[in-house]
């Protein structure tokens, strides 16, 4: 619960203080404007859970995660041998029964035992849903930029970029969920995702 709070604190001095530093994008946006986005708002993000930490440990305050998770040699083994779908449905097990921290672990641990697999983008968006449904929107948005990063054109990509640009709107930043919805229909017109996004960039349009 105190980190809830901290947490909010040091969100909002970033959103009135810093925020004017964040990345101005046009109605029309190109690939290398995205990415840009994507560096900074990430940029934004660790330099925050740097300022988090600093506090948590001023006040001795330690993240149940890292109490109520096993390390990283623990989990590497526990997955040794299995594949990625099979990484996949215990990480989801996990979600659905509200364990995200574990499922967290899980997926984390394949990601850096293996960086350029390329389930990696899916674990990056069971990463991000995780901390959505948390309501950590920072973190999700991060995890699903991430995802994008991973496999821009993968599986996932289209629900990655949709749940990325419903953290922006959480976050209060319309100009960014402006911005991914756009690279959404662009990329993945004929998705489902991309349909959804193009009719809420027409409401977006009228507000």
């Known amino acids: 619960m105190k980190r809830v709070f901290l947490c909010g604190f040091v969100l909002l001095g970033l959103s009135c203080a810093e925020a004017e530093d964040l990345v101005k994008v046009k109605a029309k946006s190109n690939e290398s404007e995205f ?3 994507i560096r900074n708002h990430n940029g934004k993000i660790e330099e925050l859970e740097h300022r988090i930490k600093i506090i948590e440990q001023n006040l ?17 083994s526990e997955i040794k041998g299995k594949s990625p779908t099979e990484i996949l449905e215990i990480a989801k097990d996990f979600l659905k029964h ?6 967290r672990s899980v997926l984390t641990v394949f990601i850096k035992n293996n960086p350029k697999n ?32 991973a496999s821009p054109k993968g599986s996932k990509t289209p629900d990655a970029l949709y749940e990325l640009s419903e953290c922006f709107m ?23 995702q991309g349909r959804k996004a193009a009719k809420e960039l027409k409401n977006l349009k009228k507000s």
């Open 35 to 37: 990415e840009e986005l």
């Open 60 to 76: 001795g305050i330690y993240r149940s995660d890292s109490i109520i998770t096993k390390n990283h040699e623990q989990i590497s």
């Open 98 to 103: 509200d364990r995200y921290g574990e499922a």
């Open 118 to 149: 390329s389930y990696c983008g899916t674990m990056h968006f069971y990463i991000g849903k995780s901390y959505f449904e948390e309501k950590d929107y920072q973190n999700a948005a991060k995890a699903y930029m991430e995802s994008f990063e």
């Open 170 to 192: 959480k976050l209060g930043k319309k100009d960014h969920q402006k911005t991914t919805l756009e690279k959404l229909v662009s990329t993945f017109p004929r998705s489902e």
